[in-house]
């Protein structure tokens, strides 16, 4: 096992590498002049310019640059923003709100889909099912964008709980982990769906298995039967989509982070991919490969953790 | 300056173009609870939204309206400008010049720093030779160009600095610094309201001419409010100020403020509707009708600085573009009242002027027949000039910045009103469109737009029409409008210069190298808990004037 997780681990850097250097390339591909880009509608500043070309490389051809970006990384030194916002900070900052969002998404995407799920199959074909089926029907039919107004105005502003003032927060972190309940839902709706019925179609196959039958021909208790033999078995695929969910909720939430206004790195990530700020969209989009990487390798070891009859060497 | 909260609002407002009005119209009333702040701040602090400052707090380096809000807050400059748009002073006690050239600058005595240290003649210079320096690459650099030594500081790209500091300013006593200009220029006072030109306080400095690294996260100022804590850039969402007590013009009203920073003005309008929020000086189009009839006489709308245009190269371009006739029929034709108010929602008024209405100078119905809606006989003239048989009439736009709606209305409008082929083409970035245009390979029209540095005319006509001006993509040169234009520099007054810049200004309205459309407008709102709410030209809140309601 311990072998395995660190071949694994390996294999990781070749593909960090290559991917750095895609993203490098593309951002450095995208047409136009950054600072102007940065300067708006006037034409840019000439000596703020030339100051700003020497300091970032920006005159240099795509190997040079990268090559002084890999020398920065190996020295430590992330980069900044053309404004001057270090890339370390980004890190600590927005990478947390980020996180906090997905994990609070995840969350929601685990307990209500495997919930709903785990319902729909126990009442297959009555009408508990088919009510699952059509909220379901509903959640994806919904894009985020059109959810996360509607909730935040019903929730945030219209909602009143006796004291005046709203249960939910419109906006920001202030509030801690209340201000992710709301955001953390939004996200997660169009997943929830997913996953119910990902869980649905899954136990319901399961269920008609043959041990599941044997289970319960031989007398053990339906609980038993539904816990240790049905749900245990139908989880991997459940646990594959989870694992590859939360990287696309972590590189995909700008806009849920704009409607609640979290400063997270959807947001960061759009404005310097605008900006063509290579080392802050290279260093987000690396970190998002590492936890790809990592999410995937614990989609994995659980595997073995749900059937024992999978081994890894 | 840059154009409003520059390219981080390019988020929402790509997102926004993507959303249906989703926060649509209801008449309730916002909550009537006058609630403790809701976390981040002082309790009872008036807060008042922002975008995220693209720097750290340093006024050289503060070329948008959110960091110049704060700064606003935390500073005073030498003058400020009262409701006619004129400079009165503030630090300063006179700003003079015989010839308008050398001017002799004197400050009233009492402003302090927030640390105690009175504000001295040498605070001023310090400030303008750091921004001027090219080296420390600050945004407000170009505000220097004007004073002598500049050009010594930044010879241009590959060649090195023979000065690291502006011959042109001169330290007399405490009080008093002497600013040599290269051509005289009457309305240089002004210029200095503008957060560029803000004073620095010694302990900004770690050495002669290098600032502290943690300087603009916790600045020390001269103004109203000072920080009550650092502020994170990239991580804090709210910039807390609490009041000086200690200012030379008295207390301000309230006794903290809390700038909170909002990606999406969407949500910072339900966040002003859900009462966590005091004030916004800008709102989301598809929410003014909402605020007007939720907010009522606390919903404020005033012209601001911004003009939109279709500008033409009428020197390098196809040859619609290079006939004056063809323009006004264009210009004529072209539905000015209905697209703002159908468009933009009312957040734009029609353009009337090449000069805003927020400067003095601005006369109202100066572009006369050429900006009035009149399709016959812009379709006269139109033939007459033979536009019917010229090129396929092309208009650029940034397909990033929301141009779509208004530019396709104008394709519409000479299509039917002109009987012209148009075809409106988006550009990935604006700035796409500004390279080809400086290498004169865009032969069409295109989508332009200016928001004023300092609220002077010559600030509208020099940078966009002068020949050799920083921003002048038209082509237009005109050695009787640059005369008019060197005149109204160095005329003995303001007023008196403003004559000249209006003659200036009438000669583009025969030629209209562009086409004014629209003004833009401040639309802003504020809370039951605040009251004499005043925005500026500059589009910032007056906090020091503000009170609790």
């Not at chain 1, 240790?228 to 590189?251: E, F, K, Q, W």
């Not at chain 2, 207390?251 to 004030?279: E, P, Q, S, W």
Request: proline share 5%; net charge neutral.
């Amino acid at each position: 096992m311990g072998r395995y997780v660190l071949r694994r681990l390996l294999q990781a850097i070749p593909v960090l590498l290559g991917t750095t250097f895609l993203i490098f390339a593309i951002v450095y591909a995208l047409p136009g002049d950054p600072l102007q880009a940065l300067a708006g509608e006037k034409r840019v500043d000439p000596v703020f310019a030339a100051a700003m070309r020497e300091q970032f490389h920006l005159n240099e051809p795509l190997l040079v640059r990268y090559g002084y970006y890999l020398r920065d990384i190996l020295s430590g030194d992330f980069g900044t923003t053309f404004r001057g916002l270090p890339v370390s900070t980004i890190f600590e900052g927005k990478f947390q709100v980020t996180f906090k969002l997905s994990m609070t998404a995840l969350v929601f995407e685990a307990v209500i889909g495997v919930g709903l799920g785990f319902w729909a199959a126990l009442r297959r074909g009555k009408w508990e099912d088919k009510a699952v089926l059509a909220f379901t029907l509903l959640l994806v039919s919904i894009p985020t964008l059109v959810s996360g107004f509607v909730l935040q105005l019903l929730l945030g502003v219209k909602l009143k709980l006796g004291t005046g003032i709203a249960f939910f927060p419109v906006a920001g972190v202030q509030d801690g982990l209340r201000s992710y309940l709301l955001p953390g839902f939004v996200l997660a709706t169009v997943s929830i769906a997913y996953l119910t019925r990902l869980t649905r179609t899954s136990l319901m196959e399961t269920l008609r298995a043959d041990y599941v039958r044997t289970a319960v021909a031989k007398g053990m208790p339906k609980s038993r039967v539904l816990g240790r033999h049905a749900l245990r078995n139908s989880l991997i695929p459940m646990v594959t989509y989870l694992g590859a969910d939360l990287g696309t909720l972590m590189g995909g939430a700008v806009i849920t982070e704009t409607i609640f206004n979290l400063p997270g790195i959807g947001q960061q990530l759009f404005q310097s991919v605008y900006l063509q700020e290579n080392p802050v969209v290279v260093g987000i989009v690396t970190v998002l490969v590492l936890i790809y990487i990592v999410a995937n390798l614990v989609v994995d070891m659980l595997y073995a953790v749900l059937d024992p009859r999978i081994r890894y060497e | 300056m840059r154009v409003t909260k520059g390219a981080q609002i390019v988020t929402a407002t790509a997102l926004l173009a993507l959303a249906v009005a989703a926060c649509g119209g209801s008449s309730d009333n916002t909550s009537t609870n006058s609630s403790t702040a809701a976390g981040g701040g002082a309790a009872g602090a008036v807060r008042v939204e922002i975008a995220e400052p693209q720097h750290d707090l340093i006024p050289g380096n503060t070329t948008e309206t959110s960091g110049a809000e704060v700064l606003n807050a935390l500073f005073v400059g030498l003058v400020d400008y009262d409701a006619d748009k004129k400079p009165y002073n503030r630090v300063a006690e006179s700003i003079e010049s015989p010839d308008s050239t050398t001017w002799t600058i004197k400050l009233k005595d009492g402003y302090k720093w927030h640390n105690g240290e009175p504000v001295v003649a040498q605070n001023f210079v310090d400030s303008w030779n750091f921004t001027a320096n090219g080296a420390n690459a600050q945004e407000g650099n170009y505000f220097f160009g004007s004073i002598v030594g500049y050009d010594e500081m930044n010879p241009g790209e590959g060649k090195t600095p023979t000065a690291t500091s502006l011959s042109g300013l001169k330290v007399v006593d405490d009080k008093t610094f002497t600013v040599q200009l290269k051509n005289p220029f009457s309305g240089f006072p002004t210029m200095l309201g503008y957060t560029a030109f803000y004073p620095l306080p010694k302990a900004a400095f770690e050495s002669e001419g290098k600032l502290k690294a943690d300087y603009g996260s916790n600045p020390v100022g001269n103004g109203p409010f000072k920080m009550s804590k650092a502020w994170k850039r990239g991580t804090d969402q709210t910039i807390s100020t609490v009041r000086n007590e200690d200012f030379k013009e008295g207390k301000a009203k309230v006794d903290a403020v809390d700038f909170k920073i909002y990606t999406d003005l969407a949500t910072a309008f339900n966040d002003l509707r859900a009462g966590n929020l005091d004030i916004m000086d800008q709102l989301p189009a598809e929410a003014i009708a909402t605020a007007k009839t939720e907010f009522g006489d606390r919903y404020i709308e005033q012209p601001s600085s911004g003009i939109g245009y279709i500008g033409f190269p009428i020197e390098s371009g196809a040859n619609y573009a290079k006939s004056a006739d063809v323009r006004k029929a264009i210009s004529m034709a072209i539905d000015r009242k209905t697209i703002t108010e159908t468009v933009f929602s009312g957040t734009r008024v029609p353009a009337d002027d090449f000069i805003s209405p927020v400067v003095s100078g601005y006369r109202q119905g100066a572009c006369g027949e050429a900006c009035t809606y009149d399709p016959a006989k812009a379709k006269a003239l139109f033939q007459q000039a033979g536009g019917d048989k010229m090129d396929e009439i092309v208009i650029g736009y940034n397909g990033d910045g929301g141009h779509k709606e208004w530019i396709e209305a104008i394709a519409n409008n000479l299509r039917t009103n002109l009987g012209a082929k148009v075809t409106p083409k988006p550009v990935e970035k604006f700035a796409t469109i500004l390279d080809d245009l400086g290498a004169k390979k865009w032969p069409g029209a295109f989508r332009m737009a200016w928001i004023m540095d300092y609220p002077s005319p010559e600030n509208y006509l020099r940078p966009i029409f002068g020949s050799g001006g920083s921003s002048n993509y038209s082509g237009y040169k005109s050695k009787e409008f640059d005369d008019l234009l060197t005149q109204g520099d160095a005329a003995k007054s303001i007023d008196e210069g403003i004559q000249f810049y209006q003659k200036a200004d009438d000669l583009l309205l025969k030629e209209l190298p562009y086409i004014p459309v629209y003004f833009y407008q401040t639309n802003g709102a504020y809370s039951q808990h605040v009251k004499n709410v005043k925005i500026d030209p500059f589009e910032r809140v007056d906090l020091f004037t503000v009170e609790k309601a």
